[in-house]
């Protein structure tokens, strides 16, 4: 079975800065795709970015950024510019085809202003 | 274009009492998905349709049942609630081309 590992539970990043959130994965196959969502206190699941696991380019969604380490089994979140309404529960999920998305425990993000 | 949309946003039940909650999609997904999220955890899936008529188990089913009767809509079922049950509720459809989900708002649910 696969597992998706956050091993930072909260994180901090001064409003305007840059902070990365680290993802690790566990798998077999070499077929899969990887998210991270958001999930504000409104407690909707927003996602963030995608990456598809035969590209080698790392995905890029405006302020947010991955960096997608295949051999390693790493897909790290950056936000640039870090704003206010950032603040959230990011979540990292894993998917294959076998019709599960796996999602890891969770890093809070806090912002200070 | 509301995506998806879950009925009740709260319940609170008594250990023993049955009742549904109901998601409906207007995207006309196939695959359409229940999961469960306790607190400081992430989510985790109790079942799955992949289509009008079929559904399968995820990872934690036991103590649910679903229906996918139509295809815009997936009930999820309580027979006999169980304070284990206490947690948000969350329903997804998904897109087929890019395996993105797009999830309801969740339910809140309370078993005393």
């Known amino acids: 079975a696969q597992t998706v590992t956050q091993s930072q539970p909260e994180m901090s990043v001064q409003e305007a800065e840059t902070v990365t959130l680290s993802c690790t994965y566990d798998t077999s196959e070499s077929d899969y795709y990887l998210f991270w969502y958001k999930q504000p206190p409104s407690r909707q699941m927003i996602l963030v970015i995608r990456q598809e696991a035969y590209k080698q380019q790392n995905a890029t969604e405006n302020r947010f950024s991955v960096n997608f380490q295949k051999a390693a089994k790493s897909f790290s979140l950056k936000i640039s510019d870090s704003q206010l309404g950032d603040a959230a529960m990011y979540f990292c999920?894993?998917?294959?085809?076998?019709?599960?998305?796996?999602f890891g425990g969770g890093t809070r993000l806090m912002v200070k202003p | 274009n509301a995506g998806v949309t879950q009925t009740p946003k709260f319940r609170v039940l008594k250990t023993g009492q049955s009742m549904t909650l109901l998601c409906a999609q207007d995207m006309n997904h196939e695959y359409m998905y229940w999961y469960r999220q306790d607190p400081g955890m992430g989510l985790r899936l109790i079942h799955y349709?992949?289509?009008?008529?079929?559904?399968a188990k995820g990872e934690v089913p036991d103590g649910y049942n679903v229906s996918r009767l139509k295809k815009q809509n997936f009930l999820l079922g309580l027979e006999s609630a169980a304070p284990s049950q206490t947690s948000v509720y969350f329903c997804?459809?998904?897109?087929?081309?890019?395996?993105?989900?797009?999830f309801g708002p969740g339910t809140r649910l309370t078993v005393t």
């Open positions: 349709s992949v289509g009008e008529g079929t559904t």
């Open positions: 999920a894993y998917w294959s085809a076998g019709n599960m998305l796996t």
């Open positions: 997804a459809a998904r897109k087929p081309a890019t395996y993105e989900q797009y």
